[in-house]
């Protein structure tokens, strides 16, 4: 074949390129845009809740390491049956059993004799929040686990 046949074909292939190029481009302008509509994210009851247990869990766990026993835990900790959940079919009997382990936990650290004793009970109370959020909601399982006090030895 000869140069010029070469660049010729090369030349008419380029131009069906940008030929085609400049058609999908006034095709897709033409095209109305669809308006997105912005849903704004409406946090669960359990949510809600679960953010206050760790924020008060905190707070217990300040005064247990400060040698402090508290004597109760927020009633609305009792809620977790009770508050909606974002997806309420995914709440099962293991989700029960682990939020009754929870709540069983609470009791526990608030009858410790002694700090030792409400370390150990406070920290059962995390692992099992860890266990819950392992199965169903691990997102916030980093900050869960940095919550346990250390024990000394």
Do not use: W
């Amino acid at each position: 074949m000869s140069k010029k046949l070469i660049i010729g074909c090369f030349l008419i292939g380029a131009s069906f390129f940008l030929a085609c190029e400049q058609v999908i481009e006034q095709e897709t302008k033409s095209i109305p845009k669809k308006e997105k509509k912005l849903e704004m994210y409406q946090d669960s009851e359990l949510a809600l809740l679960m953010r206050k247990m760790y924020k008060d869990n905190l707070e217990i766990r300040d005064s247990i390491i400060s040698g402090e026993i508290p004597e109760s835990f927020p009633e609305d900790f009792y809620s977790i049956h009770t508050a909606n959940a974002t997806e309420p079919e995914k709440l099962d009997d293991t989700f029960r059993a682990l939020a009754d382990t929870y709540l069983n936990n609470m009791k526990i650290i608030t009858k410790a004799k002694n700090s030792e004793e409400a370390k150990a009970a406070y920290n059962n109370m995390i692992n099992t929040c860890a266990s819950c959020h392992t199965l169903y909601c691990p997102g916030p399982l980093a900050k869960i686990k940095k919550m346990k006090i250390p024990l000394e030895n």
